[in-house]
Structures are given as structure tokens and as C-alpha cells.
């Protein structure tokens, strides 16, 4: 069994942890049930929904060439390994949709699990996903409404 850092801090600092740095523009790497077939993916966080429980996240995909048309790639947000540290390469963030995800079960992850915190999304690309996704007409209404964006 390997032990990772954050085993060795106490519960409390990684309960702070988790609310220090589960916020808009986060991005994790964690398990997903939303994916066919569920995997380890990376994604940014948008917004908490404590009311219902539900926390709005994007994904960050390697690559869009499976995406053959022009408007939906035209909703990828580039983000470059340069000025995100956080990933492997050069790579690009789904604007197409929010998906919502436990806020529960996320928390618990990341309290259990520090390491899945991965950095936070550089502040221009931000912006830019963000402008796509306001204007996204591949996302509904009320799920621009819950996050944020309108």
C-alpha cells in the first residue's frame, strides 16, 4: 500500500484543504461516471450548489479530432501546457457543456485524496471558457443560471 502525503496530514487540515481549493476555476483529476466508459479524467470546477448538492465542472480533453464540426470545436477552449502547469501537454477544455457532478462525493475525494488537486485553470483561459460557455447554445438556460454564467 503506498502511502501519499496527504494521508499524513491530520483530518482537519484536509477538510480546509478541500474548502480552500474546491472553487471556481480548480481543476481535479478524478474518477467519472459521466464518461462511456467511466474514467480518470481532468476537469475545472465552475460553481458549488450546496442547495442541491451539485457541483458544475467542464472536461479538459487532450484532443478535439474527434469532433468533426466546426462549431462544436469552435467550443473547445485551447489551453496550453505552458501556461498550465497542471497538464502533460497542450490540450483543450469542453465548453460544450456543464456537467454536474456529487458535491458530496467530490469533497470526500478530495479530502481523502489531496493529490487530485491538480492547480487552477490560468486566469486569461478562464475568461476566454468562460465567454464560450455564455455563449454556448449547446448548454441549457438553467445550467448557465446555476453556475453562474448568466
Known sequence: MMIRIGDL????????????????GAVLRAPTEITTPPKIKLFVVWQLEESINRIGISFINSEITSIKST????LQCPLSQKNNPFLTH???????RIHEKDLNKVRDLLVMDTEIFRGNIFPDDLLKAEEIIRDAITIERKLKKRYGFI
Do not use: E
Open 9 to 24: 496530514f491530520p483530518p482537519q487540515f484536509r477538510k480546509d484543504f478541500c474548502k480552500n481549493h474546491l472553487i471556481k
Open 90 to 96: 497542450d490540450s483543450f477544455l469542453d465548453c460544450s
Open 71 to 74: 462549431w462544436l470545436q469552435a
